[in-house]
């Protein structure tokens, strides 16, 4: 088993920046990259970005590409994601996720409970 807690949301004004924080434990999570997912209200949940443990290697959605950066702490065994210029439409619900480093829901196999960003314009 693989736990997942996400921290570091909140509200904050159009142009600003958050960094997420996704804490894992687990006897194997190292097994696994690490993603971020969003859900906004009424919508479906989408890929935002993923790392893979061993070889760092990242990927982005496009609207957040040259905005939001991923990147995880081994010793810490904490992921991270620095969200800048943020934009209205970036709030959302935000899940870090442990599974295969694909932009697809299914390839992911443990889930964080989720921390609410909120962007005012």
């Known amino acids: 088993q693989v736990q997942l807690v996400e921290s570091g949301g909140g509200l904050v004004q159009a142009g600003g920046s958050l960094r997420l924080s996704c804490a894992a434990s687990?006897?194997?999570?190292?097994?696994?990259?690490m993603g971020w997912f969003r859900q906004a209200p009424g919508k479906e949940r989408e890929f935002v970005a993923a790392?893979?443990?061993?070889?760092?290697?990242?990927s982005y959605a496009d609207s957040v590409k040259a905005r939001f950066t991923i990147s995880r702490d081994n010793a810490k065994n904490t992921g991270y994601l620095q969200m800048n210029s943020l934009k209205a439409e970036d709030t959302a619900i935000y899940y870090c996720?442990?599974?295969?480093?694909?932009?697809?829901?299914?390839?992911?196999?443990?889930w964080g409970q989720g921390t609410q960003v909120t962007v005012s314009s």
């Open positions: 996720a442990a599974g295969d480093g694909s932009p697809r829901l299914y390839d992911y196999f443990f």
């Open positions: 790392i893979i443990w061993g070889a760092g290697s990242t």
């Open positions: 687990g006897r194997t999570f190292r097994n696994y990259a």
